[in-house]
């Protein structure tokens, strides 16, 4: 088993702490057990179960680090990784920025981890393929999907008396169906910390009717369009804005976040109904309690009714700044409405429903500006109902710009360990037509 | 007449007129933000048939499905471009040479005689009477979508009457690149609209 208890992982630290001759010494160790099951025209293709553990050790000569890593925790190999990480350090530059490991902290406890998804079986796993492969094989649809699953933990022991645990699970599913026609595509994405919430024959079925629906997709005129977003259509624009909350970078002028003199601190950036914020306790999408420099996490605002509250400081552009550091948050949670997804159809003049957003790139940073294409559901709305399905699009948009486009919030949804809400949003560019199905 | 500049947008009977109707705003914030220009800030809609057309300095006609003039239409485009008027038309179809595109150039035909909308060099004083643009049109976000899979219009056409441009023709769909909620300007990097600057600019001044 690679997963150690806290007392277990304390006591190997420790062991290796006591061989240290550094100035500073910081380890970190972290071990998993994950299963997956991968699947692809309508069969099971792969299955397995990994089990892995690390143990890291990153010695410091005044401002000489260097770094090693082992997986095999007796004492002569605890011995060897330490002198190993000492060498390199004296014979590496001098790091300007470096930073001495901190003191001794206080963590909240977390929620990360959950029993039942550890214990999470073959069986189990090959269930969840046949939930999407039954129905699709019944409805001429091709299913292709993986599911994965893990339980590990970390922990970080530092020589300045610091230490820190977390144990922690998760689960993630996606499967695309096709049908086999090649005209429709369906998809659908879930992830979570607590297995119980998973239903893979219902994100399944979800997956398979958008396939069944987007079949024989009309071209209609690119152009802006009021969009309504599922939460995996806009989860990724959202996580790039959320990109931009370093501070270093906006002070130094290279993100959206920069402005003449600073940065956009307390300004009012998107509509006033958004508001986002992180908790590592939130128990849709806990996480650990701190982060990988064994700084504490806690519930933090980001954006409060559309200004910008916080932004994340290193420890080093903190003192460079004269301020207190801010660590960049482990999840993000976006504020919903009470609106369902049929709701916002219902309320939906003329529009169009994206199922989801793929293939996006940058092309501008300083203003937050992206392209991609709409893919696996992309339909036309008229008079509160879906009309027809409509071919894919090009767009280019900037979450800035979709954020003060907003019309109405829906539910959230956990997307990737974030939460998102479905969202209302009028004139979205689309730029051009994509054959892609 | 007041003395200040109006936008005024040509209505016509065939396709559909009513266009990129947060445009003019877009425009008008800049020639007050770059410009000494006095402006009225209220979009003046006529239509072309009317007698008012006579009245007004800049013209915008656009749309994205057929242009078919009436007799009248016709008879009034022509004598107000003819007397030195100035037509900015633009077609509204996005990422291909649409209805518009064909029927407007079509019409242009048959009112000023074949080939006389020609294509303008990109070293064009209306490229360079307020804002510099070296490279003779900026291009659209319906153009540039980051992918090379682009149709650029590289050029703009007109029909000159005496030296002058008379009727201004884009195939590039710069009302709805400029046609947006106002708010979101400021989150763009370069302002978008400078370019109908430089076309209000050139209406009024060549």
């Not at chain 1, 014979?91 to 300007?96: A, C, D, K, Q």
């Not at chain 1, 990988?292 to 200004?307: A, D």
């Not at chain 1, 207190?324 to 009470?338: A, K, Q, R, T």
């Not at chain 1, 486009?405 to 539910?411: A, F």
């Amino acid at each position: 088993m690679a997963i150690y208890t806290k007392d277990e992982a304390k006591r190997i630290m420790e062991k290796a702490m006591s061989f240290s001759t550094a100035d500073a010494c910081e380890i970190n160790m972290n071990g998993s057990e994950s299963g997956n099951i991968r699947y692809a025209r309508n069969t099971v293709s792969t299955s397995g179960h990994r089990s892995n553990q690390n143990l890291s050790i990153q010695s410091s000569f005044g401002k000489k680090s260097g770094t090693a890593t082992i997986d095999e925790f007796d004492d002569v190999s605890l011995e060897k990784v330490v002198r190993r990480a000492e060498e390199l350090a004296k014979l590496s530059p001098e790091n300007p920025e470096f930073m001495e490991p901190l003191g001794p902290q206080s963590y909240d406890d977390s929620i990360s981890y959950n029993e039942e998804t550890a214990n999470i079986t073959p069986e189990y796993r090959a269930n969840v393929a046949s939930s999407s492969i039954d129905p699709a094989t019944m409805n001429e649809v091709t299913a292709a999907g993986f599911f994965n699953d893990s339980s590990g933990f970390s922990a970080m022991m530092n020589s300045n008396g610091l230490f820190a645990y977390n144990k922690s699970t998760d689960s993630d599913f996606t499967v695309t169906m096709r049908t086999n026609d090649g005209t429709g595509s369906g998809w659908v994405s879930r992830d979570f910390n607590d297995i119980t919430k998973f239903d893979a024959s219902e994100a399944s079925k979800i997956a398979m009717e958008k396939a069944l629906m987007s079949k024989e997709a009309k071209a209609i005129e690119p152009g802006r369009y009021t969009v309504i977003l599922e939460p995996a259509a806009s989860a990724d624009l959202l996580r790039n804005m959320f990109g931009s909350f370093d501070s270093r970078r906006a002070d130094e002028g290279r993100s959206f976040m920069s402005k003449d003199g600073g940065n956009k601190l307390g300004q009012k950036i998107v509509d006033e109904r958004v508001n986002i914020w992180s908790d590592p306790l939130h128990p849709e999408v806990p996480t650990a309690t701190w982060n990988g420099e064994g700084q504490p996490l806690k519930k933090m605002s980001w954006i409060e009714n559309g200004v910008v509250k916080n932004l994340s400081y290193s420890r080093y552009w903190a003192e460079q700044k004269g301020v207190s550091p801010v660590p960049y948050p482990s999840n993000f949670i976006m504020e919903g409405g009470s609106a369902s997804l049929e709701d916002l159809i219902k309320d939906t003049k003329k529009g169009i429903l994206v199922t989801r957003l793929w293939y996006i790139r940058s092309v501008d940073p300083q203003t937050l500006l992206y392209t991609g294409l709409t893919r696996d559901g992309t339909f036309y709305i008229e008079n509160g109902k879906i009309k027809h399905p409509v071919k894919n699009f090009r767009f280019n948009e900037s979450p800035i710009i979709m954020l003060n486009n907003l019309e109405t919030l829906g539910k959230q949804v956990r997307m990737n360990g974030d939460l998102i809400p479905y969202m209302k949003v009028r004139d979205f560019t689309f730029t051009s037509l994509s054959d892609a199905v | 007449m007041s003395n200040k500049f109006f936008f005024t947008r040509l209505q016509y009977e065939s396709g559909n007129w009513d266009v990129d109707q947060r445009m003019p705003s877009n425009l008008l914030n800049s020639l007050v933000e770059y410009t000494t220009l006095a402006v009225d800030t209220r979009e003046n809609i006529i239509p072309l048939a009317s007698d008012d057309i006579f009245e007004c300095p800049f013209c915008y006609i656009s749309g994205h499905k057929l242009v078919q003039f009436t007799k009248k239409e016709r008879e009034n485009f022509e004598k107000y471009v003819r007397n030195g008027g100035f037509v900015f038309a633009d077609d509204c179809n996005h990422d291909i040479d649409g209805l518009f595109a064909k029927s407007f150039e079509r019409q242009m035909d048959d009112i000023f005689g074949t080939g006389t909308l020609k294509k303008i060099p990109n070293d064009h004083e209306l490229y360079s009477i307020f804002f510099e643009f070296e490279d003779g049109p900026p291009t659209t976000s319906q153009e540039l979508n980051g992918w090379g899979d682009d149709l650029v219009h590289e050029y703009l056409k007109a029909i000159e009457i005496d030296g002058r441009i008379g009727v201004l023709y884009s195939n590039k769909d710069y009302g709805c690149e400029w046609d947006y909620d106002f708010r979101n300007k400021r989150w763009y990097k370069i302002d978008n609209t400078r370019f109908g600057v430089n076309i209000v600019m050139y209406a009024l001044t060549s």
